[in-house]
């Protein structure tokens, strides 16, 4: 049997990392930078026996509400198509079934998908439930170092949510909001406060629905 130490979570936010490692995962965060997250991934994958890209992610599919969870073993983006092996993929859909959590392919973009129009483009073209900034990169290196993969993740923005310009600022290194860009981009534009609370508190949301599925990886992960 391997121990947890060798599976590891790539997270964006500080946030996120702090949910994973109170459950016992050493987690990496990219902190949004796409190139930075491959970077530090393949800089330890060698001492892993599965990658798992956890944290929050923006709806796709309609139906998703904040706090839904995904449990997926399947990846997809705009350069291909990734899916763990038969029989860790089936071990992943009964974990998902157990929890209550969605099941479908999660898209990996390059760019955050800010409106209504971007997502439900993203939708239509590949099918996926969520989006967020990491599960490709995790799933294509995962797919290099023949190691499986997961995303688990919980909606923070619904498909008919649009982005505020705030929350589109990249984050610091360390995974956490620039206040003083944030606060600056506020003060420019006031009429996004509203949005941007309703996202604060949806946030949290996934952030709060998080612990559970963290929790329940650990069966999953630590019985190869």
């Given at each position: 049997?391997?121990?947890?130490?060798?599976?590891?979570?790539?997270?964006?936010?500080?946030?996120?990392?702090?949910?994973?490692?109170?459950?016992?995962?050493?987690?990496?965060?990219?902190?949004?930078?796409?190139e930075?997250?491959?970077?530090?991934?393949?800089?330890?994958?060698?001492?892993?026996?599965?990658?798992?890209?956890?944290?929050?992610?923006?709806?796709?599919?309609?139906?998703?509400?904040?706090?839904?969870?995904?449990?997926?073993?399947?990846v997809?983006?705009?350069?291909?198509?990734?899916?763990?092996?038969?029989?860790?993929?089936?071990?992943?859909a009964?974990l998902?079934?157990?929890?209550?959590?969605?099941?479908?392919?999660v898209?990996?973009?390059?760019?955050?998908?800010a409106?209504?129009?971007?997502?439900?483009?993203a939708?239509?073209?590949t099918?996926?439930?969520?989006?967020?900034?990491?599960?490709?990169?995790?799933?294509?290196?995962?797919?290099?170092?023949?190691?499986?993969?997961?995303?688990?993740?919980?909606?923070?923005?619904?498909?008919?949510?649009?982005?505020?310009p705030?929350a589109?600022?990249?984050?610091?290194g360390?995974?956490?909001?620039?206040?003083?860009?944030?606060?600056?981009?506020v003060?420019?534009?006031?009429?996004?406060i509203g949005?941007?609370?309703?996202?604060?508190l949806?946030?949290?949301?996934?952030?709060?629905?998080?612990?559970?599925?963290?929790?329940?990886?650990?069966?999953?992960?630590?019985?190869?």
């Amino acid at each position: 049997m391997h121990r947890l130490s060798t599976v590891l979570c790539t997270s964006g936010l500080a946030a996120e990392a702090r949910i994973a490692r109170a459950a016992g995962f050493p987690v990496l965060i990219g902190a949004g930078d796409r190139e930075r997250t491959a970077a530090l991934v393949e800089s330890v994958v060698n001492g892993a026996n599965c990658l798992i890209s956890f944290g929050v992610a923006g709806a796709l599919a309609p139906n998703l509400r904040a706090g839904d969870v995904i449990i997926s073993a399947e990846v997809v983006s705009v350069d291909g198509r990734w899916r763990a092996d038969e029989r860790f993929s089936a071990r992943v859909a009964h974990l998902a079934r157990e929890i209550g959590a969605f099941q479908g392919p999660v898209f990996g973009a390059s760019v955050i998908l800010a409106s209504e129009a971007e997502k439900g483009r993203a939708w239509r073209e590949t099918g996926a439930l969520a989006v967020d900034l990491e599960s490709d990169v995790v799933a294509r290196i995962a797919t290099l170092a023949g190691i499986p993969f997961l995303v688990a993740r919980t909606i923070a923005d619904a498909a008919h949510r649009r982005l505020p310009p705030a929350a589109l600022i990249p984050l610091s290194g360390g995974g956490t909001p620039n206040l003083a860009r944030v606060l600056g981009s506020v003060i420019r534009r006031p009429r996004q406060i509203g949005t941007l609370v309703r996202l604060a508190l949806e946030t949290r949301m996934a952030l709060e629905a998080l612990a559970g599925p963290a929790s329940a990886l650990r069966g999953l992960v630590t019985a190869f």
